[in-house]
């Protein structure tokens, strides 16, 4: 069984910076694509940013390209998103989610695991 430990979250302030991890335990962690989405009250879940299984290739949402970076280590099992210059916008339960495949990345429909999801609130 696959399972999928985020962490990182917390209340900060507008422009503060913020990493969140994800910690994959069961099957090999290398051969899974990993990605991040959120979910605001209110509102569907949408994608955040996704990286391949070397890291080769990263996928990243308008909404934050340009402030947010995905990385993974794959010795340690662990996927990141460094999120910098954060807004209320941003304001959300982050959740990663691994997959086999990259079809239709940015669809949480395709991915086969998921955590539990950590709070990331932002004040003005």
């Known amino acids: 069984q696959v399972q999928l430990v985020e962490s990182g979250g917390g209340l900060v302030q507008a422009g503060d910076s913020l990493r969140l991890s994800c910690a994959v335990t069961?099957?090999?962690?290398?051969?899974?694509?990993m990605g991040w989405f959120r979910q605001a009250p209110g509102k569907e879940r949408e994608f955040v940013a996704a990286?391949?299984?070397?890291?080769?290739?990263?996928w990243y949402a308008d909404s934050i390209k340009g402030r947010f970076t995905v990385s993974r280590e794959n010795t340690k099992n662990t996927v990141y998103l460094q999120m910098s210059n954060l807004t209320p916008e941003d304001t959300a339960v982050y959740y990663c989610?691994?997959?086999?495949?990259?079809?239709?990345?940015?669809?949480?429909?395709?991915?086969?695991?998921w955590g539990q999801g950590t709070q990331v609130t932002v004040s003005s």
């Open positions: 069961g099957r090999s962690f290398s051969t899974y694509v």
């Open positions: 989610g691994a997959r086999s495949d990259i079809m239709y990345i940015k669809s949480e429909n395709n991915y086969e695991y």
């Open positions: 990286i391949t299984r070397n890291g080769g290739t990263i």
